[in-house]
């Protein structure tokens, strides 16, 4: 029997143990990063940075993924600088590496292309094992298993404001499942046949379609195409649930079996994007706003002195790229009639 809208998601959310401690409201949250062992100084810039700016308040777990073992010495070095203690992870081979349904010629051909096309990392394999990784397989590490929210954190990022509450906090308890920072437009090109090869998913699949979804943020014509819009997850905090869910499940195993993490570059970013405009609801998505974010070559930064002044923000207003016309977060505020986190008296309607 079908499932009506939103009901996977309940279905979800029933039977699933509250793992967190109801006293401290703390669960099984973790800061995760993905890195290699030559990223360790940008890794500890931006454990410095971050725990000056989030983590010296809430000590929040670390961990840190490797498709290789990490070195003895990256592991001392981040450990002496997490407040709320590291954990190491060594990502199984066989989840990043090709699945058996992909012809490796077409594969590398098609790199080849992509370079010549001067598609960023169009040349690059691992490239596309890190973005199928992202979008289909780190939510299924033993290590994983019990964590509920999870942030991730890249190498080289900053956030020059002080993040004033409990991300994760403020998440469960108002149950938002996904939450982002930056939003932009992706190059076509890594994606020609991402947009329908996901129509074609939900057309099989409709009970996946979440009333009252953020869908209007990556269509502007009723669905005939993609207007590129994505989350930018390199910042990205969510719900495992989520990845977890039938929905998402079936979602992935369909553009794995597409190949187009391979024969194209699907990232990461759109994959998780679309997915959560069309299977969430938009109230449970959340904008984290006024963090400072910076990740190359785009920064946060609030144009309000108010809240710039607030927040001890250490960053230049006039490189904000957030409210930028050519960034898609104005578009997720337009869709959905939600006031714009852009200066105290508004902040106040998100934060009473
Ligand atoms: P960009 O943000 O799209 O420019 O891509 P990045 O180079 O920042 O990669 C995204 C994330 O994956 C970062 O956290 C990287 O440290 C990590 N990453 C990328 N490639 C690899 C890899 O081959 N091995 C490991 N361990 N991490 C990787
Ligand atoms: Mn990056």
């Not at 996977?8 to 973790?30: C, E, F, H, M």
């Not at 920064?299 to 898609?328: A, G, I, M, Y």
Request: net charge negative; glycine share 4%; with cysteine.
């Amino acid at each position: 029997k079908e499932l009506g809208k939103n009901q996977w998601l309940q279905r979800v959310d029933a039977g699933v143990p509250k793992i967190y401690d109801s006293t401290s409201g703390k669960g099984n949250d973790v800061l995760l990063t993905l890195v290699r062992n030559s990223e360790l100084t940008d890794m500890i810039d931006t454990i410095e940075r971050f725990e000056r700016s989030f983590n010296s308040k809430y000590h929040y777990q670390w961990w840190f993924m490797n498709d290789e073992e990490f070195t003895e010495e990256f592991k001392e070095q981040v450990s002496t600088r997490v407040s709320g203690g590291a954990r190491f992870i060594k990502i199984p081979d066989e989840m990043w590496t090709y699945p058996g349904n992909i012809d490796k010629e077409k594969a590398a051909a098609s790199r080849e292309d992509y370079a010549k096309k001067k598609v960023m990392y169009g040349e690059s394999e691992s490239y596309r094992f890190m973005c199928r990784f992202n979008s289909g397989l780190f939510y299924k590490l033993d290590e994983l298993r019990d964590i509920e929210y999870y942030w991730r954190i890249e190498p080289g990022v900053h956030f020059d404001c002080q993040i004033t509450y409990d991300v994760f906090q403020y998440m469960r308890k108002n149950n938002k499942l996904y939450a982002f920072n930056m939003a932009l437009q992706e190059d076509v090109r890594t994606i020609p046949s991402l947009w329908n090869t996901t129509m074609e998913f939900f057309q099989k699949t409709p009970q996946y379609i979440a009333d009252k979804n953020n869908a209007k943020f990556v269509t502007d014509d009723d669905g005939s195409s993609y207007n590129l819009c994505h989350f930018w997850s390199n910042f990205e905090i969510a719900n495992l649930r989520f990845y977890r869910s039938d929905a998402y499940e079936q979602y992935f195993q369909h553009l794995d079996n597409k190949g187009g993490f391979f024969y194209e570059r699907w990232g990461d970013a759109p994959v998780h994007t679309l997915a959560a405009s069309f299977m969430l609801p938009a109230d449970s998505l959340h904008f984290v706003a006024n963090t400072g974010y910076m990740h190359n070559p785009n920064q946060d930064c609030p144009v309000d002195e108010e809240v710039k002044q607030l927040l001890h923000c250490d960053c230049n207003s006039r490189k904000d790229f957030t409210w930028h016309k050519w960034s898609c977060v104005s578009k997720f505020f337009d869709v959905n009639n939600y006031p714009r986190p852009t200066s105290v008296a508004n902040l106040k309607k998100y934060y009473p």
